[in-house]
């Protein structure tokens, strides 16, 4: 899960990492009144979409009425299809050099990898390879101090700078291990008046993890269909086409797409029903598929802790409660696939052991291919 | 021979009497796996499936000689419980629970490194090696005998996989499910050393999916190696995967997508197919 900005500040700024000093403001009065004690202030959106500032969630004030007047056109606005409901007052920092620090989990190694460069700033995926720096860090042990000084001086820095950025990297490994993040980044870290602060951080906390950090403001992501499937408990991604697709774990559901488009067609979702799905849970999924109107539905089933007489029975509950009024596919092997065979046809539903073949009929039925 | 587990391997079963625990224990029984006891703290003393409950995976290898633990406690638990099977002496340790956090695995990771054991998971369907052994949620009746060696990110893919090999008469000498976390103990690459080694395995399938560098990893050991390795990989029509800030793209420069992954295994000598269905008729090729 991402924090929103100010969350993420002030996560670092527990952990000692300067950041800028700030408040976060719901209405235009507020920014008024934080613009009076933070001035120049940045009045920032706070929304999890890149790219803010050239969107115009980003604007400058030095007066409480520039505060306000500022603050009226960014609250409520819709940014990248986010509405901004609040906005954070940060203190406006001269920038005299940009770095870039982050830590996150390195999947070949695994291992937490931190990264940093002298080269920061918001065009740090163009900075050439060398000039980032790449250091490991074994979690059983920990960041020692010579390890952060060691990746301060291989940026190049030196003196005081090369002593603060080095304390920095210090806090940004604890602030990865304390709130389980997934990516902890600091970009750009910069140099004002002699001082290092973080003047924008990102932190992803690991939804895995979510149980031991309870209390953090929940932040929707995705279409409002895609978190509603979210709340079932399904993996559900929208796409663009307009065959509904069911398949039970990702690996198989990516598949299912890929089948889907070699035949032709377009698939309309993602969605992993999971690996042991039982009746109710595939059952509210394929109600799912049902309302997102599909020119045909494609249910692709290789049971392996999955049974699929309980897929067959979750099809045919929908079926029987609100209809299924588009054509259904459906390719069901493996576990107890002849009792699940048989519950289809008591229904009047095929099914099809291969998948190349039934992914063709889906194609087909839903009046797409070649 | 098989890799990893085979009819030495003697399994105790952490969680042995939860729902999904006490079924598969079930179902590795009746596969001829040698499960040999289980631990619950709750339900130490007790008998299920005919083999006894201890409290500690350090009773169940000193009074059954358990070499290895497959682990179906709930994810909040599941570190704990990997720790304690690789302290008891298991050298094999097979973790199914999804949403593990990932910080608990980099550490499960190490302690496994550091006791020299082999970690499978978590996240993954476990490990079969077919006629002798396995450990995992696989379905029994897909998987035959034979040259073929298998490795996948994905439980459900890799099955329907399994089943159209044995369907063509290719039994596998193992399956290794990797598991579908970021951070998991074997990765393609240190699978793949294995059946390298492994005198009966003729062949290598790699399942691979968009995201990560896994595959991309593998095709630099793939470039070494003397058996065939047919890859196929999902995710040409998914959605673009979690892109973590800008770090994930950094790190991955470029890779971790399909086309990417393709080139670096095809021009590691692997033969590369685009659908599931299309990998069984490649290994019968190149076995001849």
Same mark, same amino acid.
């Given at each position: 899960m991402k924090l929103y900005e100010y969350l993420a500040k002030g996560r670092l700024k527990e952990h000692g990492i300067p950041v800028p000093p700030g408040r976060l403001c719901h209405t235009a009065d507020e920014v008024a009144e934080a613009v009076k004690e933070i001035s120049p202030a940045a009045v920032k959106a706070q929304v999890l979409v890149g790219g803010r500032g050239k969107a115009g969630g980003i604007k400058f004030a030095e007066t409480a009425e520039e505060g306000r007047k500022v603050a009226s056109e960014i609250l409520g606005m819709n940014l990248k299809g986010y509405i901004v409901e609040q906005v954070y007052v940060e203190g406006k920092i001269d920038v005299e050099r940009e770095f870039y620090v982050s830590a996150t989990v390195d999947r070949n190694e695994r291992r937490p990898l931190i990264m940093a460069s002298a080269h920061g700033g918001v065009e740090i995926e163009d900075v050439e390879d060398k000039y980032i720096v790449r250091r490991h860090v074994d979690e059983a042990f920990g960041m020692s101090s010579y390890l952060a000084r060691d990746i301060a001086a291989e940026m190049g820095l030196s003196g005081d700078i090369k002593e603060q950025v080095? /304390?920095?990297?210090? @806090?940004?490994?604890? $602030?990865?291990?304390? =709130?389980?993040?997934?990516?902890?980044?600091?970009?750009?870290? &910069? $140099?004002? /008046?002699? @001082?290092?602060?973080?003047? #924008?951080?990102?932190?992803?906390?690991?939804?895995?993890? *979510?149980?031991?950090? @309870?209390? *953090?403001? =929940?932040?929707? =992501?995705? +279409?409002? *269909?895609?978190?509603? &499937? @979210?709340?079932? %408990?399904?993996?559900? &991604? /929208?796409? #663009?086409?307009d065959i509904a697709v069911m398949a039970n774990g990702a690996g198989m559901a990516m598949a299912t797409l890929d089948a889907l488009q070699h035949f032709g067609g377009r698939p309309a979702n993602f969605l992993d029903a999971g690996g042991g799905a039982s009746v109710e849970p595939t059952a509210q999924a394929m109600g799912v598929l049902v309302g997102m109107k599909p020119k045909a539905i494609f249910v692709?089933?290789? %049971?392996?802790? +999955?049974?699929? #007489?309980?897929?067959?029975?979750?099809? $045919? /509950? &929908?079926k029987r409660s609100t209809g299924i009024p588009v054509p259904l596919v459906v390719r069901l092997v493996g576990t107890n696939e002849q009792e699940g065979v048989d519950i289809l046809r008591r229904e009047g539903i095929d099914a099809f052991r291969e998948m190349s073949e039934a992914a063709q009929r889906a194609v087909a039925v839903a009046g797409e291919g070649r | 021979m098989a890799i990893i587990i085979g009819d030495e391997t003697r399994v105790v079963v952490q969680g042995m009497t939860?729902?999904?625990?006490?079924?598969h224990t079930g179902q590795m029984l009746a596969y001829g796996t040698k499960v040999v006891a289980g631990t619950s703290p709750s339900k130490a003393g007790q008998e299920h499936q005919g083999l006894p409950v201890f409290a500690s995976v350090r009773e169940a290898v000193q009074e059954r000689g358990a070499n290895a633990s497959i682990i179906f406690v709930p994810a909040a638990g599941a570190k704990d419980a990997a720790f304690e099977a690789l302290d008891a002496g298991c050298k094999v340790v097979v973790m199914i629970p999804e949403h593990v956090p990932v910080q608990d695995s980099i550490l499960i990771v190490e302690y496994a490194r550091f006791k020299g054991a082999v970690l499978i998971g978590p996240n993954t369907f476990g490990l079969i090696s077919p006629g002798k052994s396995k450990m995992g949620i696989m379905p029994n009746h897909i998987y035959k005998p034979g040259p073929v060696g298998l490795v996948a990110r994905s439980g459900t893919l890799s099955y329907e996989i399994a089943a159209a090999l044995s369907d063509a008469g290719l039994g596998q000498t193992t399956a290794v499910g990797m598991g579908g976390d970021p951070v998991v103990g074997q990765v393609f690459n240190d699978v793949l050393h294995l059946f390298e080694r492994d005198a009966e395995t003729k062949a290598c399938v790699l399942v691979g999916e968009i995201g990560g560098s896994a595959e991309e990893e593998a095709a630099e050991f793939i470039k070494t190696m003397t058996k065939p390795v047919v890859a196929y990989l999902a995710g040409r029509a998914a959605p673009a995967g979690k892109r973590m800030g800008h770090a994930g793209a950094i790190i991955e420069r470029g890779r971790g997508t399909l086309e990417s992954k393709r080139l670096a295994l095809e021009a590691a000598g692997a033969t590369v197919v685009e659908m599931p269905w299309e990998v069984a008729p490649a290994v019968k090729k190149l076995l001849g």
């Open positions: 080095a /304390q920095i990297i210090q @806090k940004l490994y604890e $602030v990865f291990r304390a =709130e389980d993040a997934e990516l902890v980044e600091i970009n750009p870290l &910069v $140099v004002s /008046q002699g @001082k290092v602060i973080a003047a #924008d951080a990102r932190l992803n906390i690991d939804d895995a993890a *979510l149980f031991r950090h @309870k209390g *953090l403001p =929940e932040v929707a =992501e995705g +279409t409002e *269909l895609e978190q509603r &499937v @979210k709340e079932i %408990g399904l993996a559900f &991604v /929208q796409l #663009d086409g692709n089933i290789f %049971g392996g802790i +999955t049974r699929c #007489d309980d897929v067959a029975n979750a099809i $045919v /509950q &929908v | 939860g729902n999904q625990g006490s079924f």
